[in-house]
């Protein structure tokens, strides 16, 4: 069973709703990131927390709005999306500050706007 | 910012045969490079990974290289069975917790 666990699995939700996504590791990283995932394109990175500050931001839309409470949680909490946010949604955790340390993947949540 | 590029997007093989896939990166600064296979309907896990103080790395049937020089490094897959089926991404990543992916490769092995 994966160490990073992400709820829901799967979302659906309308463009005026406002919902949050959250993800939990076991692994004791002090790093923990969201990615989205499209089809037919690399994993975007949206959001990096080391030792719960945010240290990247890849100019994601307002409309994704990150949320790091201690080193094994991890929210996005969602408001207005648009369609084209459909997407995997994927939350990662690392051991480390100096990206050589491998991620480890929760099993993402299949958002779909509509 | 760093670029990786992946080739190719689809792959087929018959069973038994090798498997290559291929990337390329273009900040000199990135130093740790980690593959991973994700089937279909679960998340990316990590199958081999190379630090840049490494020409090549092999774990039974997987094996990666790395040209430092060139900024290119590839993944290896050998007598290939049908669960080695799956969409595999390789990365980059320099020192600050940034991991640049490729756009993946979709292996069908064929039984």
């Known amino acids: 069973e994966t160490g990073v666990t992400q709820t829901p699995r799967h979302l659906v939700m309308g463009m005026t709703n406002k919902k949050s996504l959250k993800c939990e590791q076991h692994l004791g990283h002090n790093a923990m990131y969201w990615y989205k995932q499209s089809a037919k394109k690399p994993l975007e990175l949206m959001f990096v927390y080391s030792l719960e500050e945010r240290v990247e931001n890849n100019s994601v839309p307002s409309r994704f709005s990150p949320e790091c409470p201690n080193s094994s949680h991890l929210f996005l909490h969602l408001h207005t999306l648009q369609p084209e946010d459909s997407a995997l949604y994927l939350c990662a955790s690392s051991q480390g500050s100096q990206g050589n340390s491998p991620l480890h993947f929760g099993n993402g949540t299949r958002l779909t706007v509509t | 910012g760093e670029n990786v590029e992946q080739h190719p997007s689809t792959l087929s093989v018959q069973e038994g045969d090798s498997a290559v896939i291929k990337c390329t990166y273009s900040?000199?600064?990135?130093?740790?490079f980690p593959w991973y296979k994700q089937e279909l309907g679960k998340r990316p896990q990590l199958i081999i990974d190379?630090?840049?103080?490494?020409g090549e790395k092999k774990d039974q049937r997987i094996a990666v290289t790395l040209n430092k020089t060139a900024k290119h490094f590839s993944l290896h897959i050998t007598e290939t069975q049908p669960e080695d089926s799956a969409v595999y991404f390789c990365?980059?990543?320099?020192?600050?917790?940034?991991?640049?992916f490729g756009t993946g490769t979709s292996l069908t092995v064929i039984p």
């Open positions: 990365a980059a990543s320099t020192t600050g917790n940034q991991f640049y």
């Open positions: 900040d000199s600064a990135s130093n740790y």
């Open positions: 190379i630090r840049s103080n490494v």
